[in-house]
């Protein structure tokens, strides 16, 4: 059973940086599509980054050039380096595998202005 388990996250000023761990239990990260994904409150929740099983990464356009998505595989976890935070990337962010489907229990983000 793959489990994914989130931590990183808090209250920083705007500007500030923040590093996001997900930690994959029962597979192997690096054989994974795994997703970042945030969903602020009254919003839908959006792909932030994205490491497919082959090393692509995508990222959202409003995150680009301030958002690093990257995979310790001797660790099995994926983390997302947020720097120059915005008080618009507040929000609960969560990991995701699509295959097999399972989320992460979220963690919140806060960045203050």
């Known amino acids: 059973q793959v489990q994914l388990v989130e931590s990183g996250g808090g209250l920083v000023q705007s500007g500030g940086s923040l590093r996001l761990s997900c930690v994959l239990s029962?597979?192997?990260?690096?054989?994974?599509?795994v997703g970042w994904y945030r969903q602020a409150p009254g919003k839908q929740r959006e792909l932030v980054a994205m490491?497919?099983?082959?090393?692509?990464?995508n990222y959202a356009n409003s995150v680009k050039g301030r958002f690093t998505i990257s995979r310790d595989n001797a660790k099995n976890t994926v983390y997302l380096q947020m720097n120059s935070l915005k008080p618009e990337d507040t929000a609960e962010y969560r990991c995701?595998?699509?295959?097999?489907?399972?989320w992460g229990q979220g963690i919140q983000v806060t960045v203050s202005s």
């Open positions: 490491i497919r099983s082959d090393s692509r990464i």
């Open positions: 029962g597979s192997i990260v690096s054989d994974l599509d």
């Open positions: 995701n595998t699509p295959y097999p489907y399972t």
